[in-house]
């Protein structure tokens, strides 16, 4: 069946980047998402990414994906204390299937 | 509205009691998904609509629990007699109309505690 797995937990220091892995196994998967999510708060969506494409770059944050080895990392550089929250990534599963599988999500957390 | 908007944001509920979560999605959006997250959990997927259709309600995780859409916009979730592991964040989305090349927006979430 789907499955996401992410490591739960990554620590980080003030102004380093912080890089956020994720594995699926979905290989039909035609879209990857990442969430965001603050301490009381809902899901917000950071960025997506196309199954055909291997990067995706906004502003502070890198998507990169290996289709190959179905692996899927979030880069954010010069993390800041307000980046502090958990992480999501998400695959759109099954083809056809209208949801979303989620991983455990990854509790990000900045040392100052 | 702007966003997806859920109501209400904290319920408090004894166990035995029904309850009702809404989501009111973003306006012209014609799908909507309920997800809940438990205390720990990732998120696990309960029920898709597309316009008021259900083609999919495969999370529900009893038949105590029941969702509606009425004029392919409001939807309300349904707990029948609560118990105490339906404490949980109760998520709801929206996407334009469905996952295929559309994002999907989520709400604030309903806090629902049964004691």
């Known amino acids: 069946g789907e499955d996401v797995e992410q490591s739960l937990f990554l620590s980080v220091r003030e102004g380093d980047s912080s890089v956020i892995n994720c594995t699926y196994t979905?290989?039909?998967?035609?879209?990857l998402y990442w969430y965001k999510q603050e301490p009381g708060a809902g899901l917000q969506l950071l960025t997506y990414?196309?199954?055909?494409?291997d990067m995706k770059q906004d502003q502070r944050l890198t998507v990169l994906l290996n289709k190959k080895d179905k692996h899927l990392s979030l880069r954010i550089a010069d993390t800041q204390t307000g980046d502090s929250a958990i992480y999501f990534c998400?695959?759109?599963?099954?083809?056809?299937?209208?949801?979303?599988?989620f991983g455990q999500g990854t509790r990000l957390t900045i040392n100052p | 509205g702007a966003g997806v908007s859920q109501s209400p944001s904290n319920k408090v509920t004894e166990k035995g009691k029904d309850v009702e979560l809404r989501c009111d999605p973003i306006?012209?959006?014609?799908?909507l998904y309920w997800y809940r997250q438990s205390l720990g959990q990732g998120l696990e997927f309960l029920i898709y609509?597309?316009?008021?259709?259900?083609?999919?309600k495969s999370g529900l995780p009893s038949d105590r629990f029941s969702a509606e859409r009425t004029g392919g916009s409001v939807s309300t979730l349904t707990i029948q007699r609560t118990q105490q592991e339906d404490s949980a964040v109760y998520l709801c989305?929206?996407?334009?109309?469905?996952?295929?090349?559309?994002?999907?927006?989520f709400g604030e979430g309903s806090w629902l505690t049964v004691v």
């Open positions: 990414i196309f199954s055909n494409m």
């Open positions: 998400a695959e759109s599963g099954i083809q056809g299937a209208q949801k979303l599988v």
């Open positions: 979905d290989s039909s998967s035609t879209y």
């Open positions: 609509f597309q316009g008021n259709s259900a083609p999919d």
């Open positions: 989305a929206s996407s334009r109309t469905g996952l295929s090349g559309n994002t999907i927006y």
């Open positions: 306006s012209g959006h014609t799908a």
